[in-house]
């Protein structure tokens, strides 16, 4: 079953500007995890937040999580064009065993 | 490093027909392995994954099966292919010594697989 769901399903920026995805999921987690994929490839690992964590980053990539909400949010600063992908949140639901539940995906177009 | 093997890249096959895809690792001993599916504008779903040899957990109730006959072999088939049954098919992996706290999937390259 979907766990969850991002937030918009695509989103077309220009170079140089910031692009926000969100993701919310319906019960508790142990972690939370966002992915990337290029189109026709498989799935890369981008970062992971665990549920004791607020706040991550790595590069150019900043996550939050926000547990009372269930959700989380991925910004990627100074876009580029080699950012255009698709984008995925997955969660470890507490007592989920060794299983990641992917979203739908997030569309992100960075037009040069 | 650990390396994922993932073939063929792409596949089409008639109805009826029998599949198999075969996903290999290296670098790694006792990994989890995992099979997930992805059809055009949905996300992932979790098909089987395997914690050891010979054992195989089925997520969702299908046409499709997994077997794991060696450590770092994971095989999804069918006997019969159903028009359903297309998508692209990702096979992964994670660390057995860190998968208690579910750590990062390490991906495969996908198979497209066109049911016609």
């Known amino acids: 079953s979907q766990q969850g769901e991002e937030d918009p399903q695509a989103l077309s920026i220009q170079e140089g500007e910031n692009a926000t995805m969100n993701c919310s999921y319906k019960?508790?987690?142990?972690?939370l995890q966002w992915y990337r994929q290029n189109s026709g490839r498989g799935l890369v690992h981008l970062i992971l937040?665990?549920?004791?964590?607020r706040e991550k980053h790595s590069g150019r990539l900043r996550v939050t999580l926000d547990t009372s909400k269930k959700s989380s949010s991925l910004l990627i600063t100074a876009s580029r064009a080699a950012d255009t992908a698709s984008y995925f949140c997955a969660t470890n639901k507490v007592g989920g065993s060794e299983k990641l539940v992917f979203g739908k995906g997030m569309k992100l177009t960075v037009n040069p | 490093s650990q390396t994922i093997h993932q073939w063929p890249a792409t596949l089409v096959q008639p109805v009826g027909s029998p599949l198999s895809l075969e996903c290999t690792v290296e670098g790694t001993s006792n990994p989890n392995l995992y099979w997930y599916r992805q059809a055009a504008g949905r996300g992932l779903q979790l098909l089987f994954y395997?914690?050891?040899?010979?054992?195989i957990s089925s997520e969702v109730p299908q046409n499709l099966s997994a077997s794991r006959p060696q450590d770092r072999q994971f095989i999804l088939s069918s006997k019969k292919l159903l028009l359903s049954d297309s998508g692209f098919y990702l096979c992964a992996w994670t660390p057995l010594d860190v998968a208690a706290t579910n750590e990062k999937l390490f991906f495969g390259s996908g198979t497209q697989l066109s049911v016609l």
């Open positions: 019960t508790s987690i142990n972690n």
């Open positions: 395997s914690v050891g040899i010979g054992q």
């Open positions: 937040i665990r549920s004791n964590e």
